[in-house]
C-alpha cells in the first residue's frame, strides 16, 4: 500500500447530483425512502378497511349503542367506496414497490411510472383529504422521482 494515498478519498466517492429535502439526502435515496413510506401507508389503509369492514360485519357490540350506530352509518357510507378504496390503495402499493425497485436500479421507467401513480391518485387524494393535503403531499412524494428519472435518462 502506498502511504503517500493512505487514507485519501477519491473525489467521485463523493455524492453528486440534485440533492433533495433541503439537502439532506440525494434523489435517489428520496424516492426509496418516500415509497417505503408510501407503500406502509397504503398496507395499513388496505389492513385497516379489511379489520373495519369485518368489526362492523360482525354484530358484536362492542361499543355503545350510539358508537355502533354511527360505526353502522360510517359502515354504510364506506361500503360504497370500499371496492375502490381497496383498489387504489393496491395501486398505490405496486406503484411504490415499482419506483423502491427502479431506485435501487437506476431503473428510469420503473421511477416514471411510480411518479404517474403519484399524479394519478392525486385527484382522489382531493377528494379524500381536501384540496391542500392529498395534493401536497403527493406532489411532494414525486418530487425525487421527477429529477431522478430526469438524471438517469441522461446516463
Known amino acids: 500500500m502506498d502511504k503517500g494515498s493512505y487514507g485519501l478519498v477519491h473525489p467521485s466517492a463523493f455524492k453528486q447530483g440534485h440533492k433533495c ?23 395499513f389503509v388496505i389492513i385497516e378497511l379489511i379489520f373495519y369492514d369485518q368489526l362492523i360485519e360482525s354484530g358484536k357490540n362492542v361499543y355503545s349503542e350510539d358508537m355502533q350506530n354511527s360505526l353502522e352509518k360510517m359502515s354504510d357510507q364506506v361500503h360504497h367506496m370500499e371496492g375502490a378504496l381497496i383498489g387504489l390503495m393496491v395501486v398505490r402499493l405496486f406503484g411504490s414497490l415499482a419506483g423502491i425497485y427502479g431506485g435501487m436500479t ?10 404517474g401513480v403519484y399524479a394519478l391518485v392525486a385527484a382522489p387524494d382531493i377528494l379524500m383529504f ?7 403531499l ?3 412524494f414525486a418530487y425525487p422521482h421527477y429529477y431522478l428519472t430526469r438524471r438517469s435518462r441522461r446516463v
Open 21 to 43: 429535502c433541503g439537502g439532506c439526502c440525494d434523489v435517489r435515496r428520496a424516492v426509496i425512502i418516500v415509497n417505503i413510506i408510501n407503500a406502509f401507508v397504503s398496507l
Open 106 to 115: 437506476f431503473s428510469w421507467p420503473l421511477v416514471a411510472a411510480s411518479m
Open 130 to 136: 381536501g384540496v391542500v393535503g392529498g395534493p401536497l
Open 138 to 140: 403527493d406532489g411532494l
